[in-house]
C-alpha cells in the first residue's frame, strides 16, 4: 500500500474537492482519497504510481501541480482579469441596452468585446460545464455557460445571418458578476494557505551540529548544517537567541526557554540537564548542547502544521444552499428550457421565436443574483468591520459567528494583557531602609533578561538609582545573587523564586498569597533574610469583564482553557462574576480536543487566542478570532483578527454576525422569488432576452444595494 501526498491545480471551490474524492474512492485500485480543498492538497491510499494517479485527476479534469514552481495564487480569479472584463463589458452593455449609439459598427463592436469576455473570463465556466457534462453532473457553472452560451450564438445568427436583435450584453452580464462572486470566494480561500506557511518558518533553517560532541567546551568543532538534515541523536549547539531546530533533550547546559508560542505558558521555563525542548521554542540565556530526539514529521511543530492542515477544510457557509438548490434548479431549468422551445415549435410560432424564448428562460434563470446573494453582503460587512477594528480574512466566517453557542477564550493575552506587570510590593520587617532594598532589586534584575524582571525593571527603574554590586551570577528558572558593600562591611543578596518550602513555613509569606492568588513572586533576600516581595500578575484587559457579561446576556457560554498553570488558570476564572468555566495547562491538542468535543454535543463554538498554541483550535473552532497583538500563527489561522487591544470587539464582530445572517436570508429569498416567478413569463415570451437581462442586472442590483445597507453598522 503506497501514500501519496499530492499538490492539486484547478480546484475553484469546494465542490470541486468533493467531486475528485467522490470519483477517486470509486477507483479500484484506491483505498483512500481525501482532499483538502484550502491547502489544494490530496492525501491518497492504494496501490498506484504518481503517474497512474496524475492521469485519472486529469482525466477528472484538474491538475497536479509542479511544487518545485512557485503557484500563483490569484489563479483564474484575478483583481487584474476582473478589472480588464469588466471594461470590456461596460461598452458592449451600454451599446446592447441602446444608452449608446454606436451606429454601423455598434454589432460589430459588440461582437469582439464580448467575444474578449467570454474567452478571458468565460473559458474556465465552460470548460467546467463541460468536463460536469462528461460526467453527467450540472451546477450553476452549467446554467452560466448554457445561457451565455446560446445568447451568444443567437446574436452570431443575428449578425451574420438574418439581421435581429442581439443579446451580447447579456452574456457579458452575467459572465462579469457571476465571476465577481467566485473572485470574493477565491480571495477568502487565499488567504487560508498562509497559517502553515507562517508554521513552518518558526523552525531555524540552519543548525550549528557538533562533528564530534564533547561537551559544550567543543564549540570549535562545529558544522553548519540544513536543519531538515538533522537526524536522531544528531547534537546541536543552541546559541542564546536562537531557536531549537528540532525536538530533543539538554545535554549540557542550563537556561531558560521562550515556550509562550507554543504551550501558552507566560513565564520561560527553566531548562537543565535532561529537558526535553521543543524545535521553534526560543534559548533566552545560555549556550545548550541539545540531542536531537525527534526529526521531520515526528516533532511537536510538524504535529501542530498537521492538526492545522487537517483542520482547515472549509466550513459550510450557507451559500452552499444555492448549491445545493443549483444541483436540482439546474437541471429543471435545462428541462424548462427545451419544453419552451418545442411547446413554441408545435404551436406553430416557428423556430426563430422559439429559440428566443428557450433562451429568455435560460438568461433569467442564471443565477447572477443568487451568486452574489452572499458575498455582496459579506463584503459589505467586511469594510465595515475593518472601520471598526476588525479584520475579516474568511468572509464565510460571519455566517456562523452568529450561530455560535459557545466561545472559548485563550488566557494570556487574549482575556488577560500578556504582559506581566508589578501590582504589589511588600516590605518584611527588617533593619533594611526600602529605598535601599528597591536599589537592589532593580540594579540586579536588569542584568536579566528574563520577562518578570524586565517588568520590575519597567514598573520601578526610573524611580530608584543603581547600586554597585559585585560577583553577580544568575541561575536559570532560580534568580540572581551578588554582593555589595557599605559601611557594615559585604552583603550577600539574592533576588528571585521562592521556594515552595519556605513559604510553607512562614505565615507573613502564605497570607500574602492568599491576598494575591495567581501571582508570580519575586523576593528579595539580604544576608539570608527575605526583606521584600514583589508580586506581579498579567492583568485582564480594561474590557474582558464587560464582554463576558454581554456574551452571557446574549446566550453564549463563556469558557477559558489556558495553557498555564491550573492554579493559575483558576485563579483568574474566578474573578469573574459569576467565575468562568475554565481548564489550565493544556497542550495545543488538548485545545484542539476540547473544541472537538463542544461540537460533538451539536453546539456551534468559536474560539479566541493568540498564540502558536491556539493555531490547531483557532482551525478546529466553527469560528476562530485571533488577537492582532498574536503570533502570526494565530493571525494566520483565524478568519477573523481583532486589530485592536479591545477585546469587546468580540461582541460587536457576534452582532455583526447577526446582522449580516439577515441581510444574506433577505438576499437569497429575493433571488428564489425573482427566478421563480419571472421562469414563466420568459417562457410565455413576455420577456425577450434583452430584457430578461435588464431584470437579472435589476436583481442583482439589488441584492448588491441590499447587502450595502450593512456599511450603515455601528
Not at 20 to 48: F, M
Not at 131 to 154: H, Q
Not at 409 to 420: A, C, E, H, I, S
Not at 694 to 700: D, F, I, K, R
Request: hydrophobic share 45%.
Amino acid at each position: 500500500m503506497k501514500q501519496h501526498h499530492i499538490k492539486l491545480s484547478g480546484m475553484t471551490c469546494t465542490a470541486c474537492s468533493a467531486r475528485i474524492e467522490k470519483v477517486l474512492n470509486r477507483k479500484p485500485n484506491i483505498q483512500s482519497a481525501v482532499v483538502n480543498y484550502a491547502s489544494e492538497t490530496a492525501r491518497i491510499e492504494g496501490n498506484l504510481e504518481l503517474d497512474e494517479l496524475t492521469s485519472m485527476i486529469e482525466a477528472i479534469g484538474y491538475g497536479v501541480a509542479d511544487e518545485s514552481r512557485e503557484q500563483d495564487n490569484d489563479g483564474e480569479f484575478s483583481l487584474g482579469l476582473l478589472l480588464v472584463t469588466t471594461a470590456l463589458a461596460l461598452p458592449v452593455f451600454f451599446l446592447g441596452m441602446g444608452f449608446v449609439d454606436g451606429g454601423a459598427a455598434g454589432p460589430w463592436i459588440q461582437l469582439v468585446l464580448s467575444t474578449l469576455v467570454l474567452a478571458t473570463a468565460g473559458r474556465n465556466f465552460y470548460v467546467r460545464a463541460y468536463k460536469l457534462a462528461r460526467n453527467l453532473e450540472t451546477n450553476m457553472d452549467s446554467l452560466v455557460a448554457v445561457g451565455t452560451f446560446a445568447a451568444y450564438l443567437l446574436s452570431l445568427y443575428h449578425v451574420f445571418i438574418k439581421p435581429g436583435p442581439l443579446y451580447f450584453e447579456s452574456a457579458v452580464v452575467i459572465i462579469n458578476f457571476v465571476f465577481l462572486g467566485k473572485f470574493i470566494e477565491h480571495r477568502a480561500k487565499v488567504s487560508t494557505l498562509k497559517s502553515v506557511e507562517s508554521l513552518a518558518k518558526l523552525r531555524p533553517k540552519e543548525a550549528h551540529r557538533f562533528r564530534n560532541y564533547k561537551g559544550l567546551s567543543s564549540q570549535h568543532d562545529l558544522e553548519v548544517c540544513d536543519s531538515s538534515s538533522l537526524q536522531v541523536d544528531d547534537v546541536v549547539l543552541v546559541r542564546n537567541g536562537e531557536a531549537f531546530p528540532s525536538d530533543g533533550t539538554v545535554l549540557d547546559g542550563s537556561s531558560a526557554v521562550d515556550a509562550a508560542m507554543m504551550t501558552g505558558e507566560s513565564e520561560p521555563v527553566k531548562v537543565d540537564v535532561g529537558s526535553e525542548v521543543i524545535g521553534g521554542t526560543i534559548n533566552l540565556q545560555r549556550p545548550l548542547a541539545v540531542k536531537i530526539t525527534r526529526t521531520g514529521q515526528e516533532t511537536a511543530l510538524a504535529q501542530i502544521i498537521r492538526l492545522v492542515e487537517e483542520s482547515q477544510n472549509s466550513k459550510p457557509p450557507i451559500q452552499k444552499l444555492a448549491d445545493r438548490v443549483a444541483g436540482r434548479f439546474v437541471p429543471v431549468v435545462f428541462v424548462l428550457a427545451a419544453l419552451t422551445f418545442l411547446a413554441w415549435v408545435v404551436l406553430g410560432y416557428g423556430y426563430e421565436p422559439a429559440l428566443i424564448a428557450a433562451v429568455s428562460v435560460l438568461v433569467i434563470s442564471c443565477p447572477c443574483a443568487m451568486g452574489l446573494a452572499t458575498p455582496m453582503a459579506l463584503v459589505a460587512a467586511s469594510g465595515t468591520a475593518a472601520r471598526l477594528g476588525i479584520l475579516i480574512k474568511d468572509l464565510a466566517s460571519l455566517e456562523v459567528l452568529h450561530r455560535c453557542q459557545v466561545i472559548v477564550f485563550d488566557k494570556t493575552g487574549t482575556l488577560t494583557v500578556g504582559k506581566p506587570q508589578v501590582v504589589h510590593q511588600h516590605y518584611f520587617t527588617s533593619n533594611w531602609q526600602r529605598e535601599l532594598v528597591n536599589q537592589i532589586l532593580v540594579t540586579m534584575e536588569k542584568q536579566s533578561t528574563h520577562p518578570l524582571a524586565k517588568a520590575i525593571v519597567a514598573a520601578m527603574g526610573e524611580a530608584h538609582g543603581a547600586l554597585e554590586v559585585s560577583d553577580l551570577q544568575e541561575s536559570a528558572g532560580v534568580g540572581l545573587s551578588a554582593w555589595f558593600h557599605d559601611s557594615s562591611g559585604a552583603h550577600e543578596t539574592f533576588v528571585g523564586k521562592v521556594d515552595a518550602e519556605e513559604i510553607e513555613n512562614s505565615q507573613e509569606w502564605q497570607k500574602l498569597l492568599q491576598d494575591y492568588p495567581g501571582t508570580s513572586v519575586v523576593g528579595v533576600k539580604v544576608d539570608e533574610q527575605w526583606v521584600a516581595a514583589c508580586l506581579l500578575a498579567d492583568p485582564l484587559r480594561d474590557d474582558a469583564k464587560d464582554v463576558i457579561h454581554d456574551l452571557r446576556k446574549a446566550g453564549i457560554e463563556p469558557i477559558m482553557a489556558s495553557g498555564d498553570r491550573e492554579a493559575t488558570a483558576q485563579s483568574v476564572a474566578s474573578t469573574f462574576t459569576p467565575g468562568l468555566r475554565a481548564y489550565g495547562a493544556m497542550s495545543p491538542e488538548q485545545k484542539a480536543e476540547l473544541l472537538q468535543s463542544i461540537k460533538k454535543d451539536s453546539k456551534v463554538v468559536a474560539m479566541v487566542g493568540d498564540g502558536i498554541n491556539d493555531a490547531p483550535a483557532l482551525v478546529e473552532a466553527d469560528v476562530g478570532v485571533a488577537m492582532g497583538s498574536g503570533s502570526d500563527v494565530a493571525i494566520e489561522s483565524a478568519p477573523i483578527t481583532i486589530n485592536s487591544p479591545s477585546i469587546g470587539k468580540i461582541y460587536q464582530v457576534f452582532r455583526l454576525s447577526l446582522k449580516t445572517f439577515g441581510i444574506i436570508k433577505q438576499n437569497l429569498a429575493w433571488a428564489f422569488l425573482y427566478n421563480i416567478v419571472l421562469i414563466p413569463f420568459a417562457a410565455f415570451g413576455l420577456l425577450s432576452p434583452m430584457l430578461a437581462s435588464g431584470a437579472m442586472a435589476a436583481s442583482s442590483l439589488c441584492v448588491v444595494f441590499n447587502g450595502m445597507r450593512l456599511l450603515r453598522f455601528r
